[in-house]
Every structure is written in C-alpha cells, then in structure tokens.
C-alpha cells in the first residue's frame, strides 16, 4: 500500500518554460487556442532553492490505521 510519494520539484525555469511551450503545442494539436504561459509563475519558479515535497494519502493512513481492506470503507465522501 502505498502510503505517500516523495519528489523533487522543478526549480529550473529554462526547462519548466520549455516543458510548458511543448505542452501548450500538443493542447493546440488536439484542442485549438491555448492559454498564455504564467511569467509570474516562471519568475518565481526561477528564485527557487532546490526543494523537494511529499503527499501523504491521508485515506491510506485511515485505513492502516483502521485495518479497512478497501478505500472505500474510510471515505469521507462517496467515491462516485
């Protein structure tokens, strides 16, 4: 069970920019007019020290915690 993923965040904005332009190209391919790239977000991007995040499943904690065999079991909502 996978109780949280762990990873490091892009802090280089040469290479986000050009992750963005590739992504905004194949929007364009399958879906027309696309929006204008985040400069804010890029600059911001840029004054970043390297860094790293974790997203913990709070649900997958309830149900270790709870011994639930399904994620359904501790939801607080309903899955559909």
């Known amino acids: 069970m996978e109780l949280a993923n762990a990873f490091v965040e892009l802090t280089d904005a040469t290479e986000q920019r050009a992750r963005f332009m590739s992504d905004r190209a194949r929007r364009r391919e399958l879906y027309g007019p696309s929006w204008p790239l985040d400069e804010d977000f890029l600059t911001a991007v840029a ?3 390297p860094c790293a995040g974790i997203a913990l ?6 149900m ?6 399904r994620i359904t079991d501790v939801l607080w909502l309903p899955a559909h």
């Open 47 to 49: 004054q970043l020290p």
């Open 57 to 62: 499943g709070f649900d997958r904690l309830v």
């Open 64 to 69: 270790l915690a709870t011994g639930a065999a």
